[in-house]
Nanobody, 121 residues
């Protein structure tokens, strides 16, 4: 069983930065494609960013392009989401996800429990 644990959320003012981390309890982490999603109150979960197992390719939702950066450290079994210029619309629970097998692009079979990010205006 693969376990994902997010951290780094919190309450910040608009314009501030946060870095989310997601630790993965599996030695095979370096072979997993990883993603970040978020869910705001009353809304469906939405894609935020993804990174391939090698770190060679990243993808972002239009709403965060230029402000968020996804990265990974395979030696630490950790994926990060650097969030800059935060806006109140970024307020949500942020989830980390892992794709451990070939189930299709941007589909994930393991999820973390989420970390709350709140941006005040």
């Amino acid at each position: 069983q693969v376990q994902l644990v997010e951290s780094g959320g919190g309450l910040v003012q608009a314009g501030a930065s946060l870095r989310l981390s997601c630790g993965v309890s599996d030695r095979a982490f370096s072979g997993y494609n990883m993603g970040w999603f978020r869910q705001a109150p009353g809304k469906e979960r939405e894609f935020v960013a993804a990174i391939r197992w090698s770190g060679s390719s990243t993808t972002y939702a239009d709403s965060v392009k230029g402000r968020f950066t996804i990265s990974r450290d395979n030696a630490k079994n950790t994926v990060y989401l650097q969030m800059n210029s935060l806006k109140p619309d970024d307020t949500a629970v942020y989830y980390c996800a892992a794709q451990t097998r070939g189930i299709g692009p941007y589909k994930y079979d393991y999820w973390g429990q989420g970390t709350q990010v709140t941006v005040s205006s």
